[in-house]
């Protein structure tokens, strides 16, 4: 049975990172027009790099909970194929020893050169003024995609949510596209489908089972079910 996992911030939250759209969240301390768009880069460069700086610095000391390390261990324990697509920008999957991973929204790790496209690895702190490895312009970016930009791989996570016989969300509030429709995809392919959530998503009507709860505690006992044969 091939299992395709999507993860978004509610999975890193008990890791101490802020999550979106939850009380004191990020878009509700900041405007997402601002720092989350390429326009918003255009117009405040120093601004947009500021926040993701302050961001890759807390990623940079968060620690994997129980949740990621769950996953590795299904990933590692279960027979057929585990994809973790994750819309999230730590580093915590990778942390934990999850290997099969898509960061369908890039990752802080990146730095890309909005005049060139070269990518490297990102600096832990973002200036405007710093150049282009390549191309030397003064154009530095997050490798990360914004309101409006193309999330990364989509073909493979299709081509994986068309192949699935399970298909789990864990930890997002299913408003943001396209990943919030992978449910939908996964259900024309005929997986069972499973939201793991604090609280019910705004896809949750089309889930054939759902718990809510903080996901150190759901998903941890979820993978054990699994791996002791229980029903997904
Ligand atoms: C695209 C950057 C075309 C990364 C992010 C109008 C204008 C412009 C665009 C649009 C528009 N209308 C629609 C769009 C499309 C837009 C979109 O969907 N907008 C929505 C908001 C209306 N999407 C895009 O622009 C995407 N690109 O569409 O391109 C295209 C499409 C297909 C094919 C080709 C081209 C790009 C989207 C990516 C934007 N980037 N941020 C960063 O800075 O991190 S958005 C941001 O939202 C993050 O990426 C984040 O990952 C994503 C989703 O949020 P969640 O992860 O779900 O987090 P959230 O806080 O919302 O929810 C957390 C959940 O966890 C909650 O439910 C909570 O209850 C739960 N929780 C909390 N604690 C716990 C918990 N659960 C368990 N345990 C806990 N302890």
Same mark, same amino acid.
């Given at each position: 049975?091939? &299992?395709?996992?999507?993860?978004?911030?509610?999975?890193?939250?008990? /890791?101490?990172? /802020?999550?979106?759209?939850?009380?004191?969240?990020?878009?509700?301390?900041?405007?997402?027009?601002?720092?989350?768009?390429?326009?918003?880069?255009?117009?405040?460069?120093?601004?947009?790099?500021?926040?993701?700086?302050?961001?890759?610095?807390?990623?940079?000391?968060?620690?994997?909970?129980?949740?990621?390390?769950?996953?590795?261990?299904?990933?590692?324990?279960?027979?057929?194929?585990?994809?973790?697509?994750?819309?999230?920008?730590?580093?915590?999957?990778?942390?934990?020893?999850?290997?099969? +991973?898509?960061?369908?929204?890039?990752?802080?790790?990146?730095?890309?050169?909005?005049?060139?496209?070269?990518?490297?690895?990102?600096?832990?702190?973002?200036?405007?003024?710093?150049?282009?490895?390549?191309?030397?312009?003064?154009?530095?970016?997050?490798?990360?995609?914004?309101?409006?930009?193309?999330?990364?791989?989509?073909?493979? &996570?299709?081509?994986?949510?068309?192949?699935?016989?399970?298909?789990?969300?864990?930890?997002?509030?299913?408003?943001?596209?396209?990943?919030?429709?992978?449910?939908?995809?996964?259900?024309?392919?005929?997986?069972?489908?499973?939201?793991?959530?604090?609280?019910?998503?705004?896809?949750?009507? +089309?889930?054939?089972?759902?718990?809510?709860?903080?996901?150190?505690?759901?998903?941890?006992?979820?993978?054990?079910?699994?791996?002791?044969?229980?029903?997904?």
């Amino acid at each position: 049975m091939d &299992i395709v996992i999507l993860t978004g911030a509610g999975i890193s939250a008990e /890791s101490g990172l /802020s999550t979106f759209r939850d009380t004191g969240g990020l878009w509700a301390r900041h405007d997402w027009r601002d720092l989350a768009t390429p326009a918003g880069f255009a117009r405040d460069p120093a601004a947009v790099l500021a926040f993701y700086n302050a961001r890759r610095q807390a990623v940079r000391t968060a620690r994997p909970n129980a949740a990621h390390v769950a996953l590795a261990r299904l990933e590692a324990a279960w027979p057929g194929r585990v994809l973790v697509v994750t819309q999230n920008v730590d580093d915590l999957h990778e942390k934990a020893g999850t290997r099969n +991973l898509i960061h369908m929204h890039g990752a802080h790790a990146g730095a890309l050169c909005a005049a060139c496209g070269h990518r490297w690895p990102a600096p832990l702190v973002m200036a405007p003024a710093d150049p282009c490895p390549a191309c030397a312009r003064p154009a530095t970016r997050p490798d990360i995609v914004w309101f409006g930009e193309t999330p990364r791989q989509l073909p493979a &996570i299709h081509a994986a949510l068309a192949a699935c016989d399970l298909f789990v969300a864990i930890g997002t509030s299913g408003r943001v596209q396209p990943a919030a429709g992978f449910v939908r995809r996964a259900r024309t392919a005929g997986a069972r489908t499973l939201e793991l959530n604090l609280e019910p998503s705004a896809q949750a009507a +089309l889930f054939d089972a759902a718990l809510q709860g903080p996901a150190s505690r759901l998903v941890p006992a979820w993978v054990e079910g699994l791996l002791g044969g229980r029903a997904p």
